[in-house]
């Protein structure tokens, strides 16, 4: 197995456990494979969970895939605003 820099997983959203869940499933429909980490400690600590980032759920995709990601992120989060 290659070990380039296009097989690196980079984060690609930081966040509450369930957006994170819903956007690993977007980016997989679209076609980009994607992993979430840090899920279990959200489950024990849900307080300690924010969107900001700080102590988020971590969705990675492989940076070849990153470019791509963003723009589905965005589309992601812009179609799933609290009104």
Request: aromatic content about 8%; charged content about 25%.
């Amino acid at each position: 197995m290659s070990n380039s820099n296009s097989d690196k997983l980079v984060v690609v959203y930081s966040g509450t456990a369930a957006r994170a869940l819903l956007l690993k499933t977007y980016l997989e429909d679209n076609g980009i494979p994607a992993t979430v980490q840090d899920f279990d400690s959200a489950l024990l600590l849900p307080y300690s969970n924010s969107p900001s980032g700080i102590g988020g759920v971590k969705v990675f995709v492989r940076s070849s895939d990153f470019e791509g990601a963003k723009i589905l992120v965005k589309e992601f989060l812009d179609d799933t605003k609290e009104q």
